[in-house]
T-cell receptor
Framework: GESVGLHLPTLSVQEGDNSIINCAYS??????FIWYKQESGKGPQFIID?????DKRQGQRVTVLLNKTVKHLSLQIAATQPGDSAVYFC????????????FGKGTLLTVNP | DGGITQSPKYLFRKEGQNVTLSCEQN?????MYWYRQDPGQGLRLIYY???????QKGDIAEGYSVSREKKESFPLTVTSAQKNPTAFYLC????????????FGPGTRLTVT
């Protein structure tokens, strides 16, 4: 079936470096994408979202890039901090899914001081 | 404060017992969702509801039941028919109109022995 997946299950970076977390999706009908951050033992928190009519969207220290040609989504975190250590999930909504989100498996980001 | 509450945070049950997990939201959101998360895994949809007194099965509904008698509440019952009930359970809600973003509660960790 259609799914959202991640290229890298783990990512380790040095404090202050930029982080890039990737996500591949297979459903060409997907029209909305969202990134969540989940700290250990807690519920996911919204980071940023993007609709399919956009290629790029920026937030505070985060940027999401969408490449519809290759069905690829990435989350860039600038000047990564220890507090950014968490699991990051991408999720998609596709037309006809009745407002449901399909989640990827997640990437564990570890920031080394 | 507006948000989603789940109680209790930790729950322990003996095999063969039914158990009900609570989820309450005061965000006036129309839709509510239940997800299951296993270690190192993404979120899998159990049930969702977009309106009071109506709900639909998600991808892994077997062994679970829900009710939506009030807009604010969406309790999940894990029945004895669920083969592997030990997991982290997350409740979420969303506005639905013009938005796909889901807001998550803090989760309930259920352990069945």
């Amino acid at each position: 079936g259609e799914s959202v997946g991640l290229h890298l299950p783990t990512l380790s970076v040095q404090e202050g470096d930029n982080s890039i977390i990737n996500c591949a999706y297979s459903n060409s009908a997907s029209d909305y994408f969202i990134w969540y951050k989940q700290e250990s033992g807690k519920g996911p928190q919204f980071i940023i979202d993007i609709r399919s009519n956009m290629d790029k969207r920026q937030g505070q220290r985060v940027t999401v890039l969408l490449n519809k040609t290759v069905k690829h989504l990435s989350l860039q975190i600038a000047a990564t901090q220890p507090g950014d250590s968490a699991v990051y999930f991408c999720a998609e909504n596709y037309v006809g899914s009745n407002y449901k989100l399909t989640f990827g498996k997640g990437t564990l980001l570890t920031v080394n001081p | 404060d507006g948000g989603i509450t789940q109680s209790p945070k930790y729950l322990f049950r003996k095999e063969g017992q039914n158990v009900t997990l609570s989820c309450e939201q005061n965000l006036n959101h129309d839709a509510m969702y239940w997800y299951r998360q296993d270690p190192g895994q993404g979120l899998r949809l159990i049930y969702y509801s977009q309106i009071v007194n109506d709900f639909q099965k998600g991808d892994i509904a077997e062994g679970y039941s829900v009710s939506r008698e009030k807009k604010e509440s969406f309790p999940l019952t894990v029945t004895s028919a669920q083969k592997n009930p030990t997991a982290f359970y997350l409740c979420a809600s969303s506005i639905v109109r013009d938005s796909y973003e889901q807001y998550f509660g803090p989760g309930t960790r259920l352990t069945v022995t």
